[in-house]
């Protein structure tokens, strides 16, 4: 069974930091993409960046560029959110997915695996 388990959540004041961690279990994404998505109160889910396995290939949403990377750990069968200068409008669930061959990496209905998410609140 495949589990995406997130941690690294929580509140932090505007302009701070945060690093998210999402591990993989059951089975590896070697040759897949592993990506973040945030679904603030009242609206839908968005894509906030995703990485390919291998390559290293690394895409942002525009709202995050130069402020999130977003890295991998092969060996740890792990993704990480590195979160700077967060801003109050950075508040939402964050949820890891994943995926062998998604057709779109910023679409959410091309990611088969999900975790649970972990809560980012960013006071002003």
């Known amino acids: 069974q495949v589990q995406l388990v997130e941690s690294g959540g929580g509140l932090v004041q505007a302009g701070g930091s945060l690093r998210l961690s999402c591990a993989a279990s059951g089975r590896t994404f070697s040759r897949g993409v592993m990506g973040w998505f945030r679904q603030a109160p009242g609206k839908e889910r968005g894509f906030v960046a995703a990485r390919g396995w291998s390559g290293g290939s690394t895409y942002y949403a525009d709202s995050v560029s130069g402020r999130f990377t977003i890295s991998r750990d092969n060996a740890k069968n792990t993704v990480y959110l590195q979160m700077n200068s967060l801003k109050p409008e950075d508040t939402a669930v964050y949820y890891c997915?994943?995926?062998?061959?998604?057709?779109?990496?910023?679409?959410?209905?091309?990611?088969?695996?999900w975790g649970q998410g972990t809560q980012v609140t960013v006071s002003s």
């Open positions: 997915a994943a995926d062998d061959r998604p057709k779109s990496y910023n679409a959410v209905n091309e990611y088969d695996y």
